[in-house]
């Protein structure tokens, strides 16, 4: 993964955005990936933990995963999680774009690690990670893409972006982790690799 932070670094390819010190991929014990969509300027760029403010305060959007992770018996500092983007892209215009331009170094990082379960957060980060432009995101959320990336096939459930603005944060989350999240978790766990 160190290479994979260095070509971080060092990529210009959307211009010079900020970016994170260090750990591009913040590293777990669970199978789950959590993907986001691009660093926030007062999150993990200044505390250094996904989700959490420079004062060590769980930010709304992680409020939010926590509680729908609990139904899983999980928490949010069990989750693996990455960004789609790995700059600070101010201009959400643009962030689509920018996606498309880290798409190899994503796909770089999921091949290096072996999680089962991907839960992409929203509309650009489900794009990434299934190759394809979607127009309504309810026709992805909650249900179970396979994939192979790497040596794996992994199970990829795109899932309402968890911010607070968004009232499907966790009221349309909700059934899709206690329905098809949990028992995979529990399974998943039960056949650990």
């Not at 160190?2 to 591009?24: H, M, R, S, W, Y």
């Not at 969509?37 to 993990?44: C, I, L, N």
Request: proline share 5%; hydrophobic share 35%; aromatic share 8%.
């Amino acid at each position: 993964m160190k290479n994979i932070d260095e070509t971080i670094k060092n990529c210009t390819a959307c211009g010079v955005f900020p970016k994170l010190k260090d750990n591009f991929i913040q590293l777990r014990k669970s199978n789950i990936l959590v993907l986001g969509e691009s660093p926030a300027k007062d999150g993990w760029l200044k505390s250094g933990r996904a989700f959490f403010n420079s004062n060590g305060e769980l930010q709304a959007s992680g409020k939010v995963l926590n509680k729908l992770l609990n139904m899983c018996s999980l928490s949010i500092d069990d989750i693996n999680f990455t960004e789609s983007c790995k700059c600070i892209i101010e201009n959400r215009k643009r962030l689509r774009e920018c996606i498309n331009n880290c798409k190899p170094i994503l796909f770089s990082q999921i091949e290096k690690s072996d999680f089962d379960i991907i839960l992409p957060m929203g509309q650009f980060p489900t794009e990434a990670i299934l190759g394809k432009k979607i127009t309504k995101l309810k026709d992805y959320v909650g249900k179970i893409f396979e994939i192979k990336i790497g040596k794996y096939v992994r199970k990829v459930i795109p899932i309402y972006h968890t911010s607070p603005i968004s009232p499907l944060s966790f009221k349309g989350n909700e059934p899709i982790f206690k329905e098809i999240i949990k028992p995979l978790v529990l399974n998943s766990n039960q056949n650990l690799r």
